[in-house]
């Protein structure tokens, strides 16, 4: 129940059938230069006891309440589909080809909510705050290291049902560089 979308596009930009495994991790094959993950985990609520997986309609004195969203966007390696947008509820997209570059270099990156730039997004890379973005949704970023690179940018907006109090949505763009690939 927790997976709720999984897009996987070819080289040249065509969406291709990924197979998902139904075992816990669970496994997605495919022959993907683009892989977007979206999954939720429901609604959460504080309450003085801890925090419950449960709408606050469904428990006794609640705090605070979130809808949650978790989105994973990996790069295979180079292709022109890599700087695509997919018009995910939230989405990190390269504005150039990150595996052009090196160690140290700059990579620029927009948040988009269903296709449109976010201003104000916290982007983080490797679990550090590095900036928010702009009115067109941009940031740059310094990459620090070869290997994985993890990018991750979070969102929250308020929730319009008595359920919860706002929804929160957080992307990562992960790709390889150097070696690694």
Do not use: M
Request: charged share 20%.
């Amino acid at each position: 129940d927790i997976l709720k979308s999984t897009v996987c596009l070819d080289p040249a930009g065509g969406r291709r059938a990924a197979s998902v495994g139904t075992g816990h991790p669970v496994q997605i094959e495919g022959d993907c230069a683009v892989l977007f993950v979206l999954t939720s985990s429901g609604y959460w609520t504080k309450t003085p006891a801890g925090t419950r997986n449960l709408p606050k309609t469904e428990v006794a004195t609640p705090l605070k309440a979130w809808r949650s969203f978790e989105s994973v966007k990996h790069l295979a390696g180079p292709a022109p589909v890599i700087t695509a947008t997919l018009g995910a509820p939230l989405e990190i997209v390269p504005v150039q080809d990150p595996f052009a570059l090196r160690d140290g270099d700059k990579l620029t990156v927009r948040v988009l909510a269903d296709g449109k730039p976010v201003a104000g997004a916290v982007v983080s890379y490797d679990g550090k705050a590095r900036g928010e973005t702009a009115g067109e949704g941009t940031v740059n970023i310094r990459l620090r290291h070869d290997g994985l690179q993890l990018i991750q940018a979070t969102v929250r907006t308020p929730h319009a049902g008595p359920e919860a109090d706002e929804v929160i949505h957080t992307t990562a763009l992960t790709f390889a560089l150097g070696s690694a690939r």
